[in-house]
């Protein structure tokens, strides 16, 4: 999808969020879509929301950070029924036996985000993880 022209990527990302709605397993297979996505440096400030790209905005533009990618894996699951009553929390957090930052988002009781090819139970976090920084996303329309 991300090598085709925005018109056509915005028809593929609706035709894909269609297919989420009947998939044993959504949350994996949006996983797996985003991580297709082509990779940049910095595409978004994490700790300021004012530059966040909305989702047409980060599908148009095409390039992906580690944030950005977090991004489009909410905003594609915020967008389907299946999971419009579901709660969207992304969170910064560094994990302070491998030095790293983390971008994670909470969806029901999933973590998505620490491992890249896969998500996580929220129990199952380590407890090496320094929550820096917390947003509950908005419902998108």
Known sequence: ???KKYE???KAWA???SQLETS???IQDTI???NRAPLV???VDPYDETTWLDPWTLLRENNYCSFALILG???TLQLTTRFSNSHFEIHICTDKEKSEVKYLLFVDSYAIGYHRACATNIVDLPSSLR???SYQLPALQ
Request: charged residues 35%; hydrophobic residues 40%.
């Open 1 to 3: 999808m991300f090598d």
């Open 8 to 10: 056509d990527r915005l």
């Open 15 to 17: 035709d894909f969020r």
């Open 24 to 26: 044993h397993n959504p």
């Open 32 to 34: 797996d879509f985003y």
């Open 41 to 43: 440096n910095i595409q």
């Open 73 to 75: 894996i909410a905003y």
């Open 131 to 133: 929550f820096e920084k």
